[in-house]
């Protein structure tokens, strides 16, 4: 199992920018994808899941601003991230859980800052 994600930045507040996941080693069409954040000083906290059927989970903090895709023909999922607040500084991750082990990649830096 391999997933890499890319797109993270530097972004002022109110900005926007949208996270990518590359996956591979697993049948991602069936598996459900959950993007999670790690802001420093913190615990890992689950931002969005997105299933095999398109049915999406978005945390209370994010709800509304945040977008959850995937491209299971690319085996891809992305984070369309707006109006982004400063709370939203954090490592993001990308992870699956497949036989009850989970996987997640090495993370991109968000960073909202004026």
């Known amino acids: 199992v391999q997933l890499v994600e890319s797109g993270g930045g530097l972004v002022q507040p109110g900005g926007s920018l949208r996270l990518s996941c590359a996956a591979s080693g697993f049948t991602f069409s069936t598996s459900a994808m959950t993007w999670a954040r790690q802001a420093p000083g913190k615990g890992l906290e689950g931002v969005s899941t997105?299933?095999?059927?398109?049915?999406?989970l978005y945390a209370d903090s994010i709800k509304g601003r945040f977008t959850i895709s995937r491209d299971n023909a690319k085996n891809m999922v992305y984070l369309q991230m707006n109006s982004l607040k400063p709370e939203d500084t954090a490592a993001y991750y990308c992870a699956t859980t497949i036989l009850s082990t989970t996987f997640r990649g090495q993370g991109t830096q968000v960073t909202v800052s004026s």
């Open positions: 997105i299933y095999s059927t398109g049915r999406t």
